[in-house]
């Protein structure tokens, strides 16, 4: 069951960026989740009063977010989404090159790499990353959709001590590792050039940049994680948070620069009390009790 969800700041854009994921994603769908309340907003929500505050779009069975929101943020290529085919799926894994790529920035073209007998990787029109990826093996369900982590620019080589991090934090368990074994501009020998691990029934990618990038993570793109009770949501949140000022509405940002959203199980249902909207603004981790 997926625990882990990514987070897409769009700005201003959600509704018709799902739609359009809708159409140019495998297997995929989109619904408003959430809408801004009409009451209770900061002035610079104002514009947003009553339209969608979240988009779902799920694509093969995942979940992704699309927050609507204005232009502090946008997603980069830090954190991108890999899509998995089989090998008898390479039409449709065309098809979704052809829709992400028109009005996007194709980063790697779609051909045949050592690593992959078709791939290719670009930002879409709404600065979205995507990976396209044809597997000779069969593609495990879990695996058909994934996050991936490019450490890149302050956060350079550090790969494997945040994987390691977050097993004590947050369980992970460590798939696979392929370190690049030689040294090559930013990256060392022992740098990661691609790694997966496991959070619970969610697998994510992780990689250290082979070249240098003059971008990191940011909370364009940001990683959900729901906890059972206070308790939990307490120590999680003691432990990631790493930037003060980055605390805001149960966002934070670890000391490895990724912004995560530590969030109640029951969030859903808490954001139904009367004035939810406006307690959550006032505080920085959530607290349950006070919704």
Same mark, same amino acid.
């Given at each position: 069951?997926?625990?882990?969800?990514?987070?897409?700041?769009?700005?201003?854009?959600?509704?018709?960026?799902?739609?359009?994921?809708?159409?140019?994603?495998?297997?995929?769908? %989109?619904? =408003?989740?959430?809408?801004?309340?009409?009451?209770?907003?900061?002035?610079?929500?104002?514009?947003?009063?009553?339209?969608?505050?979240?988009? %779902?779009?799920?694509?093969?069975?995942?979940? =992704?977010?699309?927050?609507?929101?204005?232009?502090?943020?946008?997603?980069?290529?830090?954190? %991108?989404?890999?899509?998995?085919?089989?090998?008898?799926?390479?039409?449709?894994?065309?098809?979704?090159?052809?829709?992400?790529?028109?009005?996007?920035?194709?980063?790697?073209?779609?051909?045949?790499?050592?690593?992959?007998?078709?791939?290719?990787?670009?930002?879409?029109?709404?600065?979205?990353?995507?990976?396209?990826?044809?597997?000779?093996?069969?593609?495990?369900?879990?695996?058909?959709?994934?996050?991936?982590?490019?450490?890149?620019?302050?956060?350079?080589?550090?790969?494997?001590?945040?994987?390691?991090?977050?097993?004590?934090?947050?369980?992970?368990?460590?798939?696979?590792?392929?370190?690049?074994?030689?040294?090559?501009?930013?990256?060392?020998?022992?740098?990661?050039?691609?790694?997966?691990?496991?959070?619970?029934?969610?697998?994510?990618?992780?990689?250290?940049?082979?070249?240098?990038?003059?971008?990191?993570?940011?909370?364009?793109?940001?990683?959900?994680?729901?906890?059972?009770?206070?308790?939990?949501?307490?120590?999680?949140?003691?432990?990631?948070?790493?930037?003060?000022?980055?605390?805001?509405?149960?966002?934070?940002?670890?000391?490895?620069?990724?912004?995560?959203?530590?969030?109640? %199980?029951?969030?859903?249902?808490? &954001?139904?009390?009367?004035?939810?909207?406006?307690? &959550?603004?006032?505080?920085?981790?959530?607290?349950?009790?006070?919704?």
């Amino acid at each position: 069951m997926q625990k882990l969800t990514v987070n897409l700041w769009m700005q201003g854009t959600a509704e018709e960026a799902g739609e359009f994921y809708a159409s140019a994603l495998p297997e995929a769908k %989109s619904e =408003i989740e959430s809408r801004y309340p009409t009451e209770g907003l900061l002035d610079f929500q104002q514009p947003f009063a009553g339209k969608a505050l979240t988009v %779902s779009v799920w694509v093969r069975g995942t979940k =992704i977010t699309l927050i609507n929101a204005g232009g502090e943020f946008s997603p980069n290529a830090s954190i %991108s989404m890999i899509l998995s085919f089989n090998s008898d799926e390479r039409d449709a894994l065309d098809a979704t090159w052809a829709a992400l790529s028109e009005g996007g920035n194709v980063l790697m073209p779609l051909d045949a790499y050592p690593f992959s007998t078709r791939y290719g990787w670009v930002s879409d029109k709404y600065g979205v990353s995507w990976q396209l990826m044809e597997s000779t093996e069969p593609v495990q369900d879990a695996a058909r959709v994934m996050p991936s982590l490019m450490f890149g620019g302050a956060a350079q080589n550090r790969a494997a001590e945040a994987i390691a991090y977050y097993s004590v934090v947050l369980g992970a368990k460590l798939d696979s590792a392929f370190p690049y074994g030689q040294a090559i501009e930013v990256a060392t020998a022992e740098s990661l050039m691609f790694a997966q691990f496991s959070l619970g029934d969610d697998l994510v990618a992780a990689m250290d940049s082979g070249v240098a990038q003059d971008f990191s993570f940011t909370p364009g793109v940001s990683l959900e994680w729901p906890c059972e009770g206070q308790e939990e949501i307490d120590r999680v949140w003691d432990a990631l948070s790493a930037v003060p000022e980055a605390e805001a509405c149960g966002w934070l940002t670890d000391k490895f620069g990724v912004s995560w959203q530590i969030v109640p %199980s029951n969030m859903g249902e808490l &954001m139904e009390r009367p004035g939810a909207f406006e307690h &959550m603004l006032g505080m920085k981790k959530l607290v349950i009790d006070e919704f």
